[in-house]
């Protein structure tokens, strides 16, 4: 019950904190501004840190009756570290700091860490059988490196709205459950209120329904104090004489975030290039070529998290060998990096996958319905305008004659054009068109319902295939694929309600799907 009043209070606390900052943004420049290889269309304020600093501060004011056995040292060495961190974070989403100002503030930080709060990594423990890898006298360069390296892991999965702060919350549930078998009190309390100052915080970043984007980013500012505050979860758990789990763990605990920023730096390495120069091939940015919607990707991102982290607490809480569940995190990491190293097979495959479970794109154009015998084509439009007659969006519906007959003469189709643009909340509604319009469509055999989906450069892997290592035949296969030529035969528009269209007779190149 104390809990659940912790949990509502530093919600309220967040949110509030986060709210007040955000309408102070604009007139201190803390704004993400659109431009350049940014995607969001709307100046945005970076102060997703303040909720979980103002959470810090609330929990350092009722130190007393909450933390007697975490240590109020401890806690001061959290709170002075997460300020630093949060302070650089700022300035560098206002100044833009370089990479390697960053990381000297970050390694100082880690220091304090190890001198002041007195967290430091001991031991990786037994990574092979028999054989257990204490640290000696790399024990403080290697914390160093730990915490700089969680950091920038969650700074650099910070790419679409929601992911970092969903990933960054499932972990810490997860924590917060090893704490509890462990009796760990303290860090309970610790971690119930960071959960419930990123529930606070997702309440303004996640996209749901009637919320089409992002109000507050998180920012370097948030980042970096939540890379720092796992840093000094995962080593103060997992060392000293009764850890409450092994090091192993805090690996699977932390494991989507992990294996992506290593595994983007070893791609950039392969290729040659520096491991700290900025690209696109984050596996979200995979899923966001592949057309996925950002709430979905989170939710798949956060649903994997949750799957790796079970299964290092299962195996924690089976006594399985570390080796063992350290070998087999290898083998998980090694797979992804063989998944990620090629885009461009991956990319197609996600959009397989994606159309398998019949969620939307936001590549989606419109609607197709194919193919009918040209003397049928009315009674199709009657059908499609039946079903669309309620919808409350603007759309262009277009019927095409191709130059390539199907055998019974079935060479017609249609395509409702919707300005959907990306947006979400309206490819959604097309989407439940689409479903609606397959059942409508049951008697008329041999009729495709689908998305329409107008393939680019920009959003089809296929077209740069030989770029990126693809082969001529695949680039043959996408030419031809584009060499089927239509003619427009009938063309309709319903805009603010009202529908005007006609017969008309020239030829377009229009891709049929």
């Not at 991956?346 to 794109?361: M, T």
């Not at 009315?378 to 969006?393: H, K, Q, T």
């Not at 920009?458 to 043959?476: F, M, P, V």
Request: charged letters at 15%; proline letters at 3%; hydrophobic letters at 50%.
């Amino acid at each position: 019950m104390e809990l659940a009043v912790l949990f509502a209070l530093c919600v309220l606390i967040s949110g509030v904190a986060i709210r007040l900052a955000a309408s102070l943004a604009n007139y201190l420049g803390v704004v993400d501004r659109p431009g350049g290889h940014k995607q969001h269309e709307a100046s945005t304020p970076f102060v997703g840190g303040v909720g979980i600093l103002a959470v810090l501060f609330s929990l350092f004011l009722s130190f007393d009756p909450l933390f007697g056995s975490l240590g109020l040292v401890a806690l001061q060495g959290i709170l002075i570290g997460a300020l630093i961190l949060f302070v650089t974070g700022l300035a560098d989403d206002i100044v833009h700091l370089s990479f390697k100002l960053r990381f000297a503030v970050q390694a100082m930080v880690a220091l304090s860490m190890v001198f002041v709060g007195g967290v430091e990594l001991l031991s990786f423990g037994e990574l092979l059988p028999g054989l257990r890898f204490d640290l000696g006298w790399l024990s403080i360069p290697l914390t160093i490196l730990a915490t700089v390296g969680l950091i920038n892991a969650v700074n650099m999965i910070d790419g679409i709205d929601g992911l970092a702060g969903s990933l960054s919350l499932v972990s810490l549930a997860l924590t917060g459950l090893v704490a509890v078998f462990a009796g760990q009190g303290a860090y309970v309390v610790l971690v119930v209120a960071l959960g419930a100052g990123l529930a606070g915080f997702l309440y303004y970043n996640l996209r749901y329904a009637g919320k089409c984007r992002a109000r507050v980013f998180l920012g370097d500012n948030g980042s970096m104090v939540l890379g720092f505050v796992f840093a000094w979860l995962f080593i103060a758990l997992s060392q000293g004489d009764s850890p409450a789990m092994t090091p192993v763990t805090a690996l699977w605990l932390f494991a989507l975030p992990l294996m992506d920023t290593v595994g983007v730096m070893l791609r950039r390495i392969w290729l040659r290039k520096s491991p700290f120069r900025a690209d696109r091939h984050h596996l979200h940015h995979l899923f966001v070529r592949a057309g996925y919607r950002v709430c979905d990707i989170v939710a798949f991102a956060a649903l994997a998290q949750l799957s790796l982290g079970l299964i290092g607490v299962a195996g924690l809480l089976l006594g399985v060998p570390e080796y063992l569940m350290f070998w087999l995190f290898l083998i998980v990491f090694g797979a992804y990096l063989l998944v990620i190293l090629r885009p461009w097979r991956l990319v197609p495959e996600l959009r397989r996958i994606n159309r398998a479970l019949g969620l939307p794109s936001v590549h989606v154009h419109g609607i197709f319905v194919g193919y009918v015998r040209r003397e049928k084509f009315p009674d199709l439009l009657g059908l499609i305008g039946e079903r669309l007659g309620g919808s409350r969006y603007d759309y262009q519906l277009s019927v095409y004659q191709t130059d390539c007959s199907a055998t019974d003469g079935r060479n017609v189709y249609c395509v409702v054009h919707v300005p959907a643009n990306g947006d979400e909340h309206l490819i959604g509604k097309v989407q439940r068109d689409v479903s609606a319009m397959k059942k409508h469509f049951l008697r008329w055999h041999g009729v495709d319902v689908r998305l329409f989906i107008r393939r680019q450069d920009e959003n089809d892997l296929r077209s740069n295939a030989l770029l990126e290592g693809g082969t001529i035949g695949s680039q043959r296969r996408h030419d031809e694929r584009r060499s089927v030529r239509s003619t427009l035969i009938y063309s309709m528009e319903r805009g603010g309600g009202m529908m005007n269209g006609g017969a008309v007779g020239f030829e377009v190149s229009v891709p049929p799907t």
